[in-house]
């Protein structure tokens, strides 16, 4: 079973994807973890990889699906695998589509999990982390016993640059831009299934298996 996994930043996707490589027993593959990985293991890919992430350029996609076609071919994808932070724009699906069709393959879901901007941005800028024992809460969902104070080190909690409103905002609007369209390009390949991000997370993960199948 091959699934590519779809959603805003904050939509949970990740999470999702990791519980669906525990249940069905598939890799969940990441990006940054493939990329971590050809540089530890010095591949040429890797290497060449290398060159443009320390000039703080983006590393061509051409690269990327090489390195990826390499992982999904090892011994554990035998039986599928759950992509998770790739392809975010119509060029890499397309150019994914076409390299696993020359070896005879393709995806069979993409799973969109599907949140509102609005809750998005309740999620994120809600957040609040120990910068001393990295503990994390939120103001409306998981607050600490006493306010702005980490229950486990007594460390006054902060707002990471990243979870604050604007930054979300702008994260939001890179995504509707760059990945909101592959919930066309899929949809228009059969194979887009969408759940609701914004119910419980078992809830989430229980609509996810009936389309999976249990």
């Known amino acids: 079973m091959k699934i590519i996994m779809v959603g805003a930043p904050g939509a949970g996707k990740g999470t999702q994807a990791k519980r669906i490589a525990e ?52 011994a554990d994808c035998a039986g599928g695998y759950v992509l998770d932070g790739f392809p975010r724009n119509i060029p890499q699906a397309e150019s994914l589509t076409a390299a696993l069709s020359g070896s005879g393959e393709a995806i069979d879901y993409v799973v969109d999990v599907d949140v509102p901007d609005e809750n998005i941005i309740e999620r994120m800028s809600g957040r609040r982390t120990c910068p001393k024992c990295g503990a994390s809460y939120h103001i409306r969902y998981a607050r600490p016993q006493s306010e702005g104070i980490c229950d486990a080190c007594g460390t006054a909690l902060i707002q990471r640059i990243d979870d604050a409103a604007e930054t979300v905002k702008k994260r939001l609007d890179v995504y509707h831009e760059q990945t909101q369209p592959l919930i066309d390009y899929y949809s228009k390949a059969g194979i887009l299934r969408s759940v609701d991000g914004t119910q419980d997370m078992e809830k989430v993960f229980t609509d996810i298996a009936a389309i999976l199948g249990d």
Request: a negative charge.
């Open 23 to 74: 249940k069905y027993s598939i890799p969940h593959v990441s990006t940054g973890d493939i990329f971590r990985a050809n540089l530890k293991a010095g591949t040429e890919l890797g290497m060449k990889a290398k060159v443009f992430m320390d000039q703080g350029a983006l590393v061509p996609d051409e690269i990327t699906i090489g390195m990826l076609m390499d992982r999904i071919h090892e």
